[in-house]
């Protein structure tokens, strides 16, 4: 028999707690309280992650950890901490956002013309801390500045965590956040205070933040571009499928969307999207 750590039994056991029972008390609470839908997600992926608020609060079993959810409104709050993961970074992926820049967003003015609004609709789902629509209002204000003064731009970021998006609206990061922001773009858009940098105003408020929960698709915002990196990993593949026919819903003629790097269009939803480039999981719509 294969020896078991002392730590894989204790997960193990935290595991088994989360019965079904349990399981759907916890779903309730955190749709009554926080309007956050567990249905969808990868099942093992949020046991593992209640299983692990389940140990930090001492709780010998799946009922007290309920019990304690009911009473305790900060312990509601740090589940939804652990259930939602907010890892992100400016110019995560660097080759990415180089292709976004030389490519898409030359297309994207140049279809302005053709919707309605005049100007390119931008939407950053599970936008966590801010980094990824910050990192394209940065382009867009450093490269295209006489395309964001003539037609502008609307960037609107969304996440089902308000917690998060009142970090993402500060615009105050650490040093780790930062690692991938070219010297330039550091000089010229960070203020540096205690060693925390703060994003300037001229490109703070260029993004709008909207609390919105991406499994509700009848409210996708139409859109030009839809970046939805290091989201959909997390849910199911029958909700995946549900969100990205959401996307293709919402795409305009031409409209681009972006997965994260170990993401992509999944099941029914291919025959609504054709590829512009594979390796940086970037689509069109069909
Ligand atoms: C790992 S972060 C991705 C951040 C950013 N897109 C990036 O790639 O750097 C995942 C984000 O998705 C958000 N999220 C999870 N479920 C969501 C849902 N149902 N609706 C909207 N956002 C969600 C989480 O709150 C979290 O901030």
């Known amino acids: 028999m294969t020896p078991v750590s002392h730590q894989t039994y204790l997960e193990y056991k935290d595991f088994t707690a989360i019965s079904p029972e349990v399981f759907s008390c ?4 955190m749709k009554n309280a926080r309007g956050f ?12 992650r209640i299983a692990i608020r389940l140990r930090a609060t001492n709780c010998s079993s799946g009922e007290e950890y309920c019990e304690l959810l009911r009473r305790d409104d900060d312990e509601v709050d740090r589940l939804q901490k652990v259930l939602t993961i907010h890892v992100s970074q400016f110019f995560r992926d660097p080759p990415m956002f180089d292709k976004l820049c030389r490519e898409i967003f030359p297309l994207l003015f140049a279809l302005t013309g053709m919707n309605r609004s005049g100007r390119p609709g931008i939407w950053s789902v599970g936008c966590a801390s801010g980094e990824e629509p910050y990192t394209v209002a940065l382009l867009l204000k450093h490269f295209f500045p006489d395309e964001l003064g003539r037609v502008g731009a609307t960037i609107l970021a969304t996440d089902v965590d308000e917690a998060i998006l009142k970090v993402a609206r500060e615009g105050i990061y650490g040093e780790e956040r930062l690692r991938e922001v070219p010297d330039e773009f550091r000089r010229e858009y960070f203020l540096e205070r205690d ?8 490109i703070r408020s260029l993004v709008e933040f909207l609390q919105a929960d991406l499994t509700q698709t009848g409210a996708f915002p139409e859109s030009d571009l839809i970046l939805c990196r290091n989201v959909l990993m997390y849910f199911e593949r029958s909700q995946q499928e549900v969100i990205l026919h959401g996307f293709a819903d919402v795409l305009r003629p031409g409209g681009v969307l972006i997965l994260g790097k170990s993401e992509t269009v999944v099941g029914s939803a291919l025959e609504r999207f054709e590829p512009i480039c594979t390796v940086e999981r970037i689509y069109r719509r069909a």
Do not use: M, N, P, T
């Not at 916890?26 to 609470?29: E, P, T, V, Y």
């Not at 839908?37 to 593992?48: A, E, T, V």
């Not at 060693?195 to 001229?202: D, N, P």
């Open 195 to 202: 060693g925390r940098y703060q994003l300037v105003y001229e």
């Open 37 to 48: 839908d567990l249905d969808g997600y990868k099942d093992q992926c949020i046991k593992r």
């Open 26 to 29: 916890i779903a309730r609470i």
